[in-house]
C-alpha cells in the first residue's frame, strides 16, 4: 500500500520561501513511469496543479508558478519537496502531494493535504 504524507510549516510570512516535503512509503520515488506531483486548493476554489517530479528527477512546472517553484528530491529518503518562493497570502491552500502513473487518467494516491497559511 503506498501512502503519501505531506510535512512542513504552516505558516509562512509574506515573501519568504514556503517548503514541504512528501514522504512515501509502500513504493520507491525512483519506479518508472511514477510522476510525483504537487497540487493545491486555495480556499473556495478549485485544485490548481503546481508541477511535477519524474521517476527520471526531472521536473516540470505550472506555467503560471515556474518562476517561484522548485520541485527536488532525496532517494535515499524516499522523499520529494516542494519549494514557492516570493510568496503572497495568495499562496494560503491545502498543499497535496499524489502520484500519477505515466498513461493513466488521475491521481492513484493522494496524501492527506496540509493547509498553508501565508500571513505575517
Known amino acids: 500500500q503506498v501512502q503519501l504524507q505531506e510535512s512542513g510549516p504552516g505558516l509562512v510570512k509574506p515573501s519568504q520561501t514556503l517548503s514541504l516535503t512528501c514522504t512515501v512509503s509502500g513504493g520507491s520515488i525512483t519506479t518508472n513511469n511514477y510522476y510525483w506531483t504537487w497540487i493545491r486548493q486555495p480556499p473556495g476554489k478549485g485544485l490548481e496543479w503546481i508541477g511535477y517530479i519524474a521517476y527520471s528527477g526531472s521536473t516540470y512546472y505550472s506555467p503560471s508558478l515556474k518562476s517561484r517553484t522548485s520541485i527536488s528530491r532525496d532517494t535515499s529518503k524516499n522523499q520529494f519537496t516542494l519549494q514557492l518562493s516570493s510568496v503572497t497570502p495568495e499562496d494560503t491552500a491545502v498543499y497535496y502531494c499524489?502520484?500519477?502513473?505515466?498513461?493513466?487518467?488521475?491521481?492513484?494516491?493522494w496524501g492527506q493535504g496540509t493547509q498553508v497559511t501565508v500571513s505575517s
Open positions: 499524489a502520484r500519477w502513473v505515466a498513461g493513466t487518467e488521475g491521481y492513484d494516491y
